[in-house]
């Protein structure tokens, strides 16, 4: 809109009519709105009430190497309590189960269709690993850390092997074994 009235005033002869102060107005005019167009618009930062401008942090860090050991994941896990000795009736217990039940998907020194369970103490809390075993399908919905996993390893979700509690328990054992 500016434009064009700015080629219609620049077509108009203003020098017969001897309005050279009204040129210089105009032109000064349409200046000033052209650049007030072109400043004032495109992007916006928007503001939240009560909250004030919100600065993104993108972590690119895949969810397999990121660490949150407070997170306690969502299932009947509240609390597990770890002994400072490993106990190895639960680590050959365990051992046989990951063999049987898990290693389909999981490899124990490398990527595969989930993750390594290797170190898997040093960036998840005992809580978080029992509940992605023993409840994968709410995790996956309801936990970020299990959903950025989902997406990790192309939306392959950790199948419900149905294990108990006390068999949960001694995979968790053998993973302290991993390190």
Not at 20 to 36: D, E, G, H, V
């Amino acid at each position: 809109m500016v434009y064009v009235m700015f080629l219609l005033l620049k077509s108009y002869n203003f020098d017969k009519l001897k309005f050279t102060k009204m040129k210089t107005s105009l032109k000064l005019f349409l200046f000033l709105c052209t650049f007030l167009l072109i400043n004032c618009g495109g992007k916006q930062e928007k503001e939240r009430p009560g909250y004030g401008k919100q600065k993104v942090v993108v972590d690119n860090t895949p969810a397999s190497k990121k660490v949150d050991l407070n997170n306690k994941g969502i299932g009947p896990v509240k609390t597990v309590s770890l002994d400072a000795e490993i106990n190895q009736e639960l680590v050959t217990k365990g051992a046989k189960i990951y063999q049987n039940m898990c290693t389909a998907c999981h490899k124990v020194n490398k990527k595969f269709i989930g993750p390594s369970p290797k170190g898997i103490l040093d960036r998840r809390s005992p809580e978080w690993v029992m509940n992605m075993i023993l409840n994968p399908a709410e995790m996956v919905k309801k936990d970020l850390l299990a959903k950025q996993l989902l997406v990790e390893f192309n939306g392959s979700p950790m199948a419900n092997q149905n294990l108990t509690r006390d068999e949960a328990r001694a995979v968790l054992e053998y993973f302290r074994t991993l390190n």
